[in-house]
């Protein structure tokens, strides 16, 4: 079975600038794994911030980013506001109509 | 701007079968280009995709719930479908539907706000 792996928890200062990652175990993460990634708040259903490695959404602020990184898909957050606090879930596709989703990052702003 | 929400029963009993809707305003399923989706979350757990359908009617499922897991559509209400079947305690979810480009570059992009299923008797 497929795993998707992520950082259970990470923290950031408010201004400062965190990379979450996103690791499959069928080894490295390529670009056509079609990396998507979701911020999901308390309460609320997830929200699409990233598509496609690396491309944003209309309404993804720009502080987000999405990149290939050490075989691994990883998003940027640079200048961090409070209200990024919140769950973020990276998504793999497989091909052959399977994805997987993983296990979410939770980050605080502190 | 595309909508989704979803509908059904909020408790359904073990050994039952779980049935739920979405309904899709603001844009028609039939019109092509996109998978309609089912994800679930289980409580304070993260994400889990079920499976998803094209308006034509062909299905996708995930492995691990293929055997239980129904998706249909129909397109002259624009609601597509889930029934999951033999359920127990461990199908206790919020459950999600959402859209997806078929490029499958591009997922999930809307969603429906989430309908918590309880099983219990």
């Known amino acids: 079975q497929t795993v998707v792996t992520q950082e259970p928890s990470l923290t950031v200062s408010p201004g400062g600038t965190v990379t979450l990652t996103c690791a499959s175990s069928t080894g490295a993460v390529t670009s056509g794994y079609y990396p998507n990634w979701f911020q999901q708040k308390p309460g609320q259903a997830p929200r699409a911030l990233i598509y496609s490695t690396s491309n944003k959404h209309s309404w993804t602020p720009a502080r987000f980013s999405g990149s290939l990184l050490g075989g691994k898909a990883a998003l940027t957050l640079s200048g961090v506001q409070p209200e990024d606090e919140a769950e973020y879930y990276c998504?793999?596709?497989?091909?052959?109509?399977?994805?997987?989703f993983g296990g979410g990052t939770k980050l605080t702003v502190l | 701007q595309v909508q989704l929400q979803e509908s059904g029963p909020g408790l359904v009993k073990p050994s039952q079968t779980l049935s739920l809707t979405c309904t899709v305003s603001g844009g028609s399923i039939s019109s092509g280009g996109y998978y309609w989706s089912w994800i679930r979350q289980h409580p304070g757990k993260g994400l889990e995709w079920i499976g998803y359908i094209y308006y034509s009617g062909s299905t996708y499922y995930n492995p691990s719930l293929k055997s239980r897991v129904t998706i249909s559509v129909d397109t002259s209400k624009n609601q597509f479908s889930l029934k999951l079947s033999s359920v127990t305690a461990a199908d206790t979810a919020v459950y999600y539907c959402a859209r997806a480009l078929v490029t499958a570059d591009e997922w999930f992009d809307y969603w429906g706000q989430g309908t918590l299923v309880t099983v219990s008797s």
């Open positions: 998504l793999l596709y497989y091909g052959g109509a399977q994805l997987v």
